[in-house]
Nanobody, 115 residues
Framework: QVHLVESGGGLVQPGGSLRLSCAAS????????MKWYRQAPGKERELVAT???????NYTDAVRGRFTVSRNNVRNTLFLQMNNLEPDDTAVYYC?????????WGRGTQVTGSS
């Protein structure tokens, strides 16, 4: 069974930084594309960043240049380094992967940007 657990969220002032982590188990992690999503209050869940098995990355325009996605294939961990945070970054952040045609999600970690 695929299991994803996010951590690292918190309250941060504008311009601050946070580093999110996602511990993965139940899959041969290094072979899978991993994604970070976020869902702000009253909004749909949106894709934030993607990292493929070979390390290629992609970002939504709103975070490009401020967020960096990375992975550690030894520790089966996904990261999201978030710099220069803005109040609009406030959301629950989820990691996700697709295995055997099914999307798996963690429970999320709350990031709150104070204004």
């Amino acid at each position: 069974q695929v299991h994803l657990v996010e951590s690292g969220g918190g309250l941060v002032q504008p311009g601050g930084s946070l580093r999110l982590s996602c511990a993965a188990s139940g899959i041969n992690y290094r072979l899978y594309t991993m994604k970070w999503y976020r869902q702000a209050p009253g909004k749909e869940r949106e894709l934030v960043a993607t990292i493929t098995s070979d390390g290629s990355t992609n970002y939504t325009d709103a975070v490009r240049g401020r967020f960096t996605v990375s992975r550690n294939n030894v520790r089966n961990t996904l990261f999201l380094q978030m710099n220069n945070l803005e109040p609009d970054d406030t959301a629950v952040y989820y990691c996700s992967t697709n295995a055997s045609g099914r999307n798996f999600w963690g429970r999320g970690t709350q990031v709150t940007g104070s204004s």
